[in-house]
């Protein structure tokens, strides 16, 4: 059973920046994807950023020029920074990993809370 524990998140005016970590229970050298996703109140969840074992990117149009994702295989470690934070940036964030091999597996974090406000 995988474990990701997220932190980093916290109060950050607009126009801030923030950097979140992910770290994980065991190596994430063969994690076919990971992600940032994030949920506001009485929103659903929706993904922010993507990384697969490959080091290829995606990300939300709204966070694109802004939000960075990037993984550290050898410190079992997911980033996510974020720069220029705006208050719709207020949301749980939360990691996820997706696991293949040797079954199909989603695993999550608990989540941390990031709210951009003056």
């Known amino acids: 059973q995988v474990q990701l524990v997220e932190s980093g998140g916290g109060l950050v005016q607009p126009g801030g920046s923030l950097r979140l970590s992910c770290a994980a229970s065991?190596?994430?050298?063969?994690?076919?994807?990971m992600g940032w996703y994030r949920q506001a109140p009485g929103k659903q969840r929706d993904v922010v950023a993507t990384i697969t074992t490959g080091g290829n990117t995606n990300y939300a149009d709204s966070v694109k020029g802004r939000f960075t994702i990037s993984r550290d295989n050898a410190e079992n470690t997911l980033y996510l920074q974020m720069n220029s934070l705006k208050p719709e940036d207020t949301a749980v964030y939360y990691c996820?990993?997706?696991?293949?091999?040797?079954?199909?597996?989603?695993?999550w974090g608990q989540g941390t809370q990031v709210t951009v406000s003056s």
């Open positions: 996820h990993a997706l696991i293949l091999l040797p079954t199909i597996e989603h695993y």
């Open positions: 065991e190596s994430i050298f063969s994690f076919y994807v």
